[in-house]
Structure formats: C-alpha cells, structure tokens
C-alpha cells in the first residue's frame, strides 16, 4: 500500500480537524502521509474540504475557521505549533504553492520578466538581475512558448491562464521547494493548456519534487498521481494506489466520481 | 441591508436622527413658549422652571426656539435633497445607460455645474432675488446635483455593464423595462445611501448658509440663524453658541453615522 | 436555419502597454446550422468562438458578412431586435450567476421571456415556469428564492430553465459547463440532451473543451484565431479529424494522451 512505494516520509498529518467559529466540522479527523517525490491526489467535489486542508498545511486559515485538533508534522516540527514567522520562512522554501487562478496570482502592473527574476533573486542571493533574466527565458523557452524574450517583456493579462500557469509552476520549481502543493490549478484555464501544465508537473516529479494535487477530476488524477485519497464533506471516504481505486473503487461517491468521465477508452 | 446593521456607531446615529425626526414633528408641539415671543425681564436669567434653557440674548426662550428650529433646518434639507436627488437620478439615468454623445454632453454640463462653489452660486441668486426660502433651495440644489448625479451615472454604469442585462436583452426585454425592473432596483441602495449622507452635508450647508446670515430670515428660530446670532456673546453666553451647534453638530453626524452603515451592509 | 458568410469581426483591446490595439476576432468565417441536433464550435480562449455565438444571436453586429436567417438576409444590426428572432433564438451567457438579477425572483428571471414575447395570462404562465422548472429538475421551491442562494448547478439550471421558456429553435451555449464539478457536468450535460430530443430544437455548444464537444455532439467545428480551421459533419472516431490543431486539442484530452514525451516535442505557439 502506502509503505511499498517511494521511500522516506517528508509529511504526516495526523487527525486533523478544522472547524468553523460556530463550532461546526469542516474536516474531520484526517490522516494521511506524503512522500519523497511521490505524487498524493485529493480528489472531490467543491466544499469537501480539500482546498482547506491545503490551507491549513500552509497556516493560511481565514479568520472564521481554526484547527480544533491535530498534528502536522514536517521536518520534525508540529506546523500546528509554529509561531507565523517560522510558517513563513517555510512556505515558498521548502513548500511551495500553485494557485487557481494564475491570473490573479501575478501583480499585474510589473512585467513578468522582472517578477521572476525578484522571486529568483530573492531566493539566491548570489544570483544578479542579469542572470535571473537569462534563465527566466530558458526557463520560458523550455515551455515550448515562442519569443520568450516578448512574454518576458509583458504584462500578465496579455498572456493566456494556461501559459500563466505553466510560468507560475517553471518559477514555484526553480525555488527548489522540497513538497509542492497544487490546487486545482487547472480549473481556471482551457483544456488545451491542462496538459501541458500536467506535463510540467510530471517533469517536477522526476526531479524528486513530491506533490499533493488536489482536483475534482480523475482524468488528472490517472495522468499525474500514485496515491488518492477521495474527500466528501470533510472526510477521507476511500484511499488507496490510483491503479486499485480506479479499477476497484468501493466508495459508491468513488463510483459517481470516475463515471463522471465523459468520453470512454471506447470512443 | 438593514439586518446587516450590527455596529455601535449605527445605533447611536440611528438614535439620535429618530430623535431628531420626533423633534421635527413634534418639536412645536410640545416646546413651553412661544420662540418668538421677548420677555424682557427674563434677559439675564439663566435656565428655570419656565425657561429650561435660558432665554437667548433678545430674551426668546431657547429651548423652544430649538425644538421650533429643527423643522427649518432638517425640514428644509430634506425637502432640497429630494429635489436633489430626484435629479440626479434623472440625469444619471439618462446620460449612463444611453451612453455616447448624450453621455459626453451630458457629463460635460456636469463639470461645467461643478466648477462654481455653492457660495458663488448662493450669492449671485441674492444678488437676483433676495435672501429667501425660495434663493436658498435654489441655490442649494443646484450646487449639490451635480456630484449626486455623477455618482448615480457610475452606478448607472456598473450594472448596465453586468451579465444579467445582456441576458435580459436576450429575453427580448425593452430598454424601458431594463432602465426600470433591472437596473434600478439595483441602483436603490446607492440613492438610500446618498440620502442619509446627503441629509447630514444638506443641514451643514443649510446652516452654514444661515450662519452667514444668506439662508434664512434673522428672525426664524433656525439653528444656523442662532448661531449667527449668537456670535457675538461668544465670551458672556457661550451657551447660545453651543446649543444649536451641538444640535446640528450631532443631527449631521447621526444622518451620516447611518448612510455610512448602509453603505457598509449593503456590500 | 441559420448561415453566416464572410463574418468578419475586430474589437480594440488595449494592449500590454496601454495601446490601443486591433483584435481581428473573426476573419471570413462561414457557418451555417439547419437541421435539429446538437453541434459543438471548439477553439481555445481568444479563438473567437464566442464572438462568433454573439454574431449568430445577434448579440454583436459583425463588420462585415452576411446573415441569413431561414434563407433570408437580414440586417444585422435589426436581427437582434426582432422578437421573432428573439422567441427562437437564445443565447445562455458562461457566467450562470451574473446572468441573474440579484434583486429578482427566480420566478421571474425565468418568466421574462415569457412576458417579453409571449402573450399568456397570469395562471398559464405560472403553469409554463412551473413545467420549466421541473423539466430542468429542480424544485419548486426555488422559484421564490435568489440567485445568490443557488449553487452552481442550480443556477445552470435556471439559467436553461429561461432559455427554453419560449420553447426557442435554437439555443447557443457558451461554455456551458464553466466552473461545474465534474458530476454536476455530466448531469447537466445529460439533462440539456434529453431536452433537446424532447423539444427537437437545434442546441449550439462553444466550448475550450473537445471532450465535451464529442460527449454532445456529432458536428463539431474547430476555430483558431478567428477562423474555423476544421468542421466534421458526422464524428464516428478521433481520426476523422485531420488538421494539426484539431489533433493538438484532441491530445490534450487526459484519457487519449499521447505520452508525455511526444507531447513534449511538439511545439505550442504562444497566443500572447
């Protein structure tokens, strides 16, 4: 199961459990390991808690909901019981985070080539303005995106959210983060462009990078993750190796999750 | 929108204008003596039995000049704002949702109204028409539409713009109806809004006005009048000087304490 | 039933540095729908595809081009008032919760139409919203409700709920699913084609998603900057399609995929 495959543990959440100010569970009790470079999904509908449970790995809770319990422990320290400015020396070093909406996620007064060369400079200091430009529009070219040297030169809304996308996961990747966090973050672009974005990814896990994806739709989940874990309500109702729980799920919410898919392998 | 009410500085303003309001209504009714009546041996008394505030410098009790006052100085604002207002939303209406050359013309008339202050406006009507009721809500509301009117235009604007109009003109609605069923209902909080604020500015005006001895006649027991009147026993009786200071002092803050509120709910 | 030809259309968008700049949206675009059924326009973000559903419901006045409805030229600028037209042809916005006056019921956001273009009485219009409502499955409860209380599906219904309230011939969807999860998807996707087959009216899905187009349709036509690249009549199998960019938008359908290798040397130019 979950001890057969990649080798050392880099997370463990252990009972977590987030409630709302009214005292109401939004997640109960969840349990759950990531690995080195392995890829975990959590997959389920819109308000059963998966992009929660992302924000509270991260300490990014809005005020009407707390932790009532729990442990997440990352480098053998409690992330529950951490002041916020250790949280923030953690998040964008060692876990880094892909949002939605990649729109909204780049200042969109400064040109793109100067917001990744700060985010690179910043994270190596010995980097200079010059180099950071350089390998920015490598890092663009790799991408397979034509004349790198204009994207770099442009604002964020002139580019499309799928290429967005794929800059904002090239740049979370070049800050070398040891756990990265994706959520949903293909939710708000073109199917065309939910591939290449993928692909980025599956690149990330060669790398050693590990991932916990989060999505509503198996299709990614087949493409990207080794593990799944299927969230209603805020509660884990079916885990196991992608393979097993795609061909054998038992969870009938499972079941309607993967015959939700539209077109067949018989099309 | 009035359920979203919940601060402190709402409820204070909310009881204080009813209190307000109850003063206008009934303020006559109830006041002890006649405002304009001069008792002459009664001039240097301070507050008794039969004058519970004292008697002002002509020897007119204070108190029923007050409770008199308020009809003059809330009354009268109330009846220019909705003048105002009236306007406004006429001329908002018109020049946002036909937009164009209307529009420019329209605006462009806005910004020529907008470049002459109140006080030259009020002062070039007397020099017409006297110092009278009629000059005074005049001049009051052509300073203020305006300002009122660009601020409707824009909201005008905002919605014109929305989803739900372009489905509306799918579903065969005429322009009429759209102006009416659709936009307005959605314009109404911002024109609630303007006429609490717009009440408390009005009063301030108003009595401004008066103060300088251009609104009102000398002898009505309106509270700006008072004030006039009352500058030059500043040193001897100051009482008559912060009477009906505090009274429009606090009458504005109420209106505005609301409209803030509401604006504050409404979003 | 309705053909456009040579529809050319240009927008000013201002550009990354405040310029204003030319959008060619559709460049000599022809296409044309007669016979019931469903068809699909695929094209990514920019591709023009919902401009061309605004032109073809009279949303937007092309620049050039012509229109025929029923073979009949029409003016375009006159087209979209029409209430002939109007009563036959609907176009359902991507935003389900935008398109609703948040200050109306949803009795009647669904019964405008109605009102606008048909002539009923009181009880038989309440009857038809009524008979609407449960065609798109929803409960009667939630006629006296706003929008902002809906959920997502719930306002997709509606927002078909009002579409088909003049029982229109054709019915364009733009991005008919946009922010659905994935069962909610499939349900109302099933749900808009049993409609169609009971009411026999020509449905018109634009979507980025060809996964979706293939689900609804057998006609389904690509666009790509501005113009329709490809158009199969009759899809039995993927290859049918031939044009490199119907392929490339095939590709990225996660269960087909290519391996990650082939796609990956494929080269994808920047739309920008």
């Not at chain 1, 002139?158 to 966090?181: D, F, K, N, V």
């Not at chain 2, 100051?238 to 304490?257: D, H, M, Q, R, V």
């Not at chain 3, 038809?128 to 809906?150: G, Y």
Request: net charge positive; charged share 20%.
């Amino acid at each position: 199961m979950e001890v057969n495959r990649v080798d050392k543990k880099i997370m463990e959440v252990k009972q977590l459990s987030v409630k709302m100010k009214d005292e109401r569970f939004l997640i109960k009790n969840l349990n759950f390991n990531l690995y080195k470079g392995g890829v975990t999904a959590i997959i389920g509908l819109s308000g059963c808690g998966k992009s929660l449970t992302c924000k509270s790995i991260l300490g990014l809770l809005d005020k009407n909901c707390f932790v009532s319990k729990g442990e997440i422990i990352y480098k053998q320290k409690n992330l529950m019981a951490i002041s916020n400015k250790e949280m923030s020396k953690i998040r964008g070093n060692d876990i880094g985070i892909i949002m939605q909406n990649p729109m909204t996620a780049f200042d969109p007064l400064t040109k793109i080539g100067r917001q990744m060369s700060e985010t690179l400079m910043a994270h190596n200091k010995k980097m200079n303005k010059k180099q950071a430009i350089r390998v920015s529009i490598e890092m663009i070219r790799k991408m397979k995106v034509e004349n790198p040297e204009a994207v770099v030169n442009s604002y964020p809304f002139s580019l499309s959210g799928g290429m967005l996308q794929r800059i904002m996961i090239a740049l979370t990747i070049l800050l070398e983060p040891e756990l990265i966090i994706a959520d949903e973050i293909t939710t708000a672009i073109d199917a065309s462009s939910r591939k290449m974005v993928l692909n980025e990814l599956h690149k990330m896990k060669r790398n050693g990078i590990s991932l916990l994806y989060i999505t509503h739709s198996f299709d990614e989940v087949v493409h990207i993750a080794d593990y799944v874990l299927v969230m209603k309500e805020g509660v884990i109702v079916e885990r196991g190796d992608v393979d097993d729980v795609m061909t054998r799920p038992k969870h009938v919410y499972t079941k309607a999750l993967i015959d939700s898919k539209l077109i067949g392998q018989d099309f | 929108m009035i359920g979203k009410i919940k601060s402190f500085e709402a409820y204070m303003g909310g009881i204080i204008a009813v209190m307000a309001v109850l003063v206008m209504l009934f303020g006559p009714a109830v006041s002890p003596n006649d405002p304009m009546e001069i008792h002459f041996a009664s001039e240097a008394l301070g507050p008794s039995h039969e004058f519970p505030l004292g008697v002002d410098n002509l020897g007119r009790c204070e108190l029923s000049r007050i409770l008199h006052g308020a009809r003059y100085t809330i009354g009268v604002a109330v009846i220019a704002l909705t003048i105002t207002i009236f306007i406004a939303v006429l001329y908002g209406f018109v020049s946002g949702y036909f937009g164009g050359g209307v529009d420019l013309l329209m605006t462009g008339l806005c910004d020529i109204a907008m470049a002459f202050p109140p006080l030259v406006i009020i002062f070039s009507l007397i020099g017409i028409f006297d110092v009278c009721l009629g000059t005074l809500l005049f001049s009051v509301v052509i300073a203020s539409w305006p300002w009122n009117a660009k601020i409707i235009r824009s909201q005008v604007l905002i919605q014109k713009n929305r989803d739900y109009i372009m489905a509306a003109r799918i579903c065969g609605t005429s322009h009429l109806k759209i102006i009416t069923k659709h936009i307005f209902p959605n314009v109404l909080n911002t024109i609630i809004v303007m006429y609490f604020t717009g009440v408390s500015g009005m009063i301030l005006m108003i009595s401004g006005f008066s103060y300088l001895g251009i609104g009102f006649d000398h002898d009505l027991p309106e509270w700006g009048v008072m004030l006039c009147e009352a500058k030059a026993y500043i040193y001897t009786r100051p009482e008559l000087l912060l009477i009906p200071g505090a009274c429009i002092f606090l009458t504005s803050i109420a209106f505005n304490l609301i409209g803030e509120s509401l604006r504050d709910g409404s979003k | 039933m309705i053909k456009v030809n040579g529809i050319n259309k240009r927008y000013l968008k201002k550009d990354g540095r405040g310029n204003r700049v030319e959008i060619n949206a559709l460049k000599d675009v022809d296409y044309d729908l007669s016979a019931e059924g469903i068809y699909a326009i695929v094209g990514e973000s920019g591709s023009g595809k919902s401009t061309l559903a605004k032109v073809l419901t009279g949303v937007e006045v092309c620049d050039s081009g012509d229109l025929f409805w029923n073979d009949t030229r029409m003016v375009s600028a006159s087209f979209f008032n029409d209430k002939e037209i109007r009563r036959n042809v609907h176009l359902v916005l991507q935003n389900s919760k935008d398109a609703l006056n948040p200050k109306m019921s949803i009795y009647d956001c669904i019964a405008e139409p109605i009102r606008n273009l048909c002539k009923l009485d009181k009880s038989t219009e309440y009857q038809r919203v009524e008979s609407l409502i449960k065609m798109v499955e929803l409960d009667e409860k939630v006629l006296i409700k706003r929008a902002h209380e809906l959920s997502g599906g719930e306002l997709k219904r509606v927002n078909i709920a009002r579409a088909i309230a003049t029982n229109p011939q054709l019915i364009v969807f733009d991005e008919a699913t946009s922010g659905l999860d994935v069962i909610v998807k499939k349900k109302i996707l099933d749900l808009l084609k049993r409609i169609q087959e009971k009411n026999a009216c020509r449905m018109l899905f634009i979507t980025h998603d060809i996964e979706v187009a293939l689900y609804m349709s057998k006609d389904i036509a690509v666009m790509q900057k501005g113009k329709i690249v490809e158009r199969v009549q009759n899809v039995s199998c993927l290859s049918d399609f031939r044009v490199a960019y119907s392929k490339l938008l095939i590709d990225a359908m996660p269960v087909f995929g290519m391996s990650v290798t082939q796609v990956e040397s494929a080269t994808y130019k920047s739309v920008g």
